[in-house]
């Protein structure tokens, strides 16, 4: 299955973490938030010009920059998804 | 029902602890009605609000925790709940712990529950907005989930007061037996358990003067930034960050390995009490973010949004300021006429009143910003903000959160200082606190009207069409923002290192403002105001009235009884009274300029001559500490044109021509002058919100420095290089 970091992935289609690539306070902090593995995220939107990204992960919205998104990564979800 | 029979000596300690925009502010104001205190915890500004609370005739104590996602102590509000929940605070520890939750986002809610529960405190849960829940068509079923967790779990709408009786009941049977209270220990991997057990042995060894902690506990030590567990035991940090180094793969790191099988543990959880009966991911808040957020259409909104607010602050707070001002004026005309004519009259007169005065003056600004933020805020649209303007602010080096702070800033600083409060990151917050008073304030349109009323308003239209003075006040708001860019540039290298936390925002579902959580958050906000920066604005009004007044030495005592004999030999009543009105207004300029401002004002002359500034504009330096317009009416007085209380745009005018006159302005002059009062640092109402702010006079004072020697360096190549180019 191919990686695709958060800032990369489609918006809108279902995908899912890996992994979170990114040591120190920041990957924790991201990883409290729910992006465990398995965890189900979507990229909603992107801010223009180079802005933040909008991702919703499980069952909330969370706004976050481009390039902490690289440090995240997803495979896309199984289309009959079945996650929780 | 099974409340403690037994007399309590003590009130119930309850708290709430949750993640944000949990509704935890909305149950706390539901529980304890008017009856709450708001501080803020001592040495951070942290804000700490404790009331009271009273079921089955039992009386608690309510702390609402700051809200937060998780309790490693990554922020200060996850290290003070940690400190309250474990009584490491001045308060008490609770003896039950509402965690309140929102039942739309459980699995991220559930993490802190967990988090809490480790270290040993009783729990239950306030399963809170199950209206918002059930409308995005998520079913809990809530008995299994108190089984799967083992705690108590009280379905609420906290907005509604729905669930409030059914809470106090399980609080009071939490209370009775604790054991209600536990979670069952997670079961953690090999990794985190060899972890916590290397850890213990360091906490053993500094022989922490608490019992043993448990494995949550432990966890907790070990998330903890070293900085901070160096705060309580020196040494601490390192040594643990010695035991249990964090690996190369962060995925091996058995802190974040611990967090990972909590979540597993909630899906675990989740899974077998949750049913959703839409699969669909876009619910009410993206339908409406895809209009709000539009590329096009979003910005747009935002723009109108956001002039709204400005407009509103700007614009919208004039009239009750006018009544303010107009009413401390009557109070102390009365004053003046009711009271003997002493130097007791004038302190409390030109003192006292004059700093209350200048205190209530800045409320309906305050007001009015924060009645836009928290509605903003309430209705989920703040969060909204930041993430739009973040890239444009990132190039200047501040974050989205800094914007609707410094664009408040344009009308005034203190509100905005205040608003810095919705920033998270400590260093961010404190360089937007710093760069906001170069914002251009509407205090200094009254000294830039003075100037370009007397030398820039004759002058040719520029280019036939833009006035010379209009140009040189817009210049002054570029000045001002195009410095707070340099500063906040060269101060995160310099004084306030690092910071620039990373974006990670939560954007709350959009909701209507709950109108009593609005009105109840602007009377907090009023009352802290009035009360703690409202003491120093009054103490400082007064220093100052004492330079300007003593040692009040007017006319010499001969030339005044002379002058005065002539005035009364004058043929008429008006001839009279115009002449005995001249010799009030020269002995009130002899005064002040005798007046230890006055000296002030001689002595620093030749630091500011190079500015071209004489000591007459000195007095006018000193004295506009008060608050910058009042250079119009000090400048007045100096100037021998009286001084008024209503410094409307011709007295400004008038002023200022009677300083060109009088060889005191230029235009050359008068460009140097405004520079110098685009850039410094001269309000003390903003200092005393900045030491209430920041809980330190290092701030204010570094404000002082920095700013005004900024100021002096600009004035002082506008002046040099002006002349040497043959300006004046």
Redesign the interface.
């Known amino acids: 299955m191919a990686s695709h970091t958060l800032d990369s992935i489609p918006a809108g289609e ?1 995908f899912q973490v890996t ?16 992006f ?4 189900p995220v ?1 990229l ?2 992107r ?6 990204l ?1 991702v ?1 992960v ?8 481009r390039a ?1 998104a690289r440090a995240i990564h997803t495979a896309q979800a199984i289309p009959a ?1 079945q996650a ?1 | 029902m099974s409340a403690t029979p037994e007399a309590r000596s003590r009130p119930l300690e309850v708290a709430l602890a949750g993640n944000p925009n949990t509704g935890k502010t909305t149950l706390f104001n539901a529980l304890t009605g008017a009856r709450a205190h708001v501080g803020n915890y001592p040495g951070i500004t942290v804000e700490r609000r404790v009331g009271t609370h009273e079921a089955h005739g039992v009386a608690w104590r309510v702390t609402d925790l700051p809200g937060c ?2 309790l ?1 102590a ?1 922020s200060p509000e996850e290290e003070i709940a940690h400190h309250a929940l474990t009584g490491r605070t001045s308060d008490p520890v609770p003896d039950v712990v509402v965690v309140v939750v929102d039942a ?5 809610n559930m ?1 802190l529950l967990l988090q809490i529960a480790e270290i040993g405190r009783p729990v239950l849960v306030a399963l809170n907005m199950m209206d918002a829940a059930r409308r995005e068509g998520i079913d809990i079923d809530v008995p299994a989930l108190q089984r799967e967790l083992g705690c108590l779990v009280v379905p609420m709408v906290a907005a509604r007061g729905e669930g409030i009786e059914a809470l106090n009941e399980a609080v009071a049977q939490v209370a009775a037996n604790p054991a209600l209270g536990q979670i069952a220990e997670t079961v953690w991997p090999e990794p985190v358990v060899a972890a916590v057990a290397k850890a213990r042995f360091v906490l053993g060894q500094f022989a922490l003067n608490r019992p043993p902690e448990s494995a949550g506990g432990v966890l907790w030590w070990l ?1 903890t ?1 070293p900085e901070i567990a160096d705060v309580e035991v020196p040494g601490l940090g390192a040594a643990l960050l010695a035991a249990v180094p ?1 690996p ?1 793969d ?2 091996l ?1 058995p ?2 390995l611990a ?2 099988v909590r ?2 543990r909630i ?1 675990a959880i ?2 077998r009490c ?1 049913q959703r009966r839409i ?1 669909t ?1 876009s619910g009410r ?2 339908r409406v ?1 895809r209009v709000l ?1 539009h ?1 096009a259409f979003g ?1 747009m909104l935002f723009i109108l949004a956001m002039a709204g607010l400005f407009q509103a602050v700007f614009a919208g707070a004039q009239p009750a300021v006018d009544i303010v001002e107009t009413a401390m004026g009557a109070l102390s005309d009365l004053a003046r006429t009711w009271l003997p004519d002493n130097l007791l009259r004038d302190v409390l007169i030109d003192g006292v009143l004059a700093g209350v005065s200048g205190t209530l003056v800045f409320l309906p600004q305050i007001l009015m910003l924060f009645l836009g933020i928290s509605l903003l805020e309430d209705s989920g649209y703040l ?1 909204r903000t ?3 303007v ?3 602010m ?1 190039r200047i080096g501040l974050p ?1 959160k800094a914007f609707v702070p410094l664009l408040s800033a344009y009308a005034c600083a203190v509100p905005a200082i205040m608003a810095t409060r919705t920033m998270p990151d400590r260093r961010d917050r404190l360089l937007t606190i710093m760069v906001a008073p170069l914002m251009s304030c509407s205090a200094r349109l009254p000294v830039y009207t003075l100037v370009t009323a007397a030398v820039f308003a004759h002058q040719a239209p520029v280019l036939g069409i833009f006035s010379l003075g209009g140009l040189v006040v817009t210049a002054m708001y570029a000045l001002g923002f195009l410095l707070a860019i340099a500063s906040a540039f060269v101060l995160r290298r310099t004084a306030i290192k690092g910071g620039g936390a ?6 709350p ?1 959009y909701r209507w403002p709950r109108w009593r959580n609005v009105v109840r958050s602007l009377g907090d906000r009023a009352w802290v105001f009035i009360t703690q920066t409202g003491t120093v604005i009054v103490a400082l009004t007064v220093v100052l009235w004492a330079l300007m007044t003593f040692p009040r030495e007017g006319l010499d005592a001969g030339i005044k009884a002379t002058r005065t004999a002539q005035a009364h030999a004058l043929a008429g009543e008006p001839a009279q009274q115009t002449a005995l009105a001249a010799i009030a207004r020269d002995d009130a300029q002899v005064k002040l300029q005798n007046s230890i401002a006055g000296r002030i004002g001689r002595t620093i002359e030749p630091t500011i001559a190079p500015l071209g500034f004489d000591w007459r504009i000195g007095i006018g330096l000193v004295g506009s500490f008060a608050a910058r317009e009042v250079l119009v009416p000090i400048m007045g007085q100096v100037f021998g044109r009286g001084s008024q209380a209503d410094i409307d745009d011709r007295y400004a005018a008038d002023v200022g021509k009677s300083m060109a006159s009088a060889g005191a302005l230029t235009p050359l002059k008068g460009l140097s002058l405004m520079v110098f009062f685009a850039i410094a640092m001269q309000c003390l109402s903003t200092l005393a919100t900045i030491r209430r702010e920041t809980n330190s006079w290092r701030w204010p004072v570094f404000a002082v420095v920095y700013l005004n020697s900024l100021a002096w360096l600009a004035s002082f190549a506008v002046y040099q290089i002006g002349t040497r180019m043959g300006f004046a």
């Open positions: 279902p992994r979170v690539a990114l040591a120190g306070v920041l990957g924790d902090r991201l990883v409290e938030l729910g465990t593995p398995g965890a979507q909603l939107r801010a223009p010009f180079g802005g933040p909008q919703q499980r069952d909330f919205v969370l706004s976050l920059r902490d998804n929780a | 996602y998780s490693s990554h739309a986002n459980l699995a991220r993490l998330a930034d964090r190369a962060p995925a790191d802190r974040r967090t990972v979540f597993a899906d989740l899974s949750v699969v991911t808040s993206e973010d957020l590329p910005a969060a930041a993430y739009l973040d890239q444009l990132a989205g990373p974006l990670l925002l939560e954007m579902p």
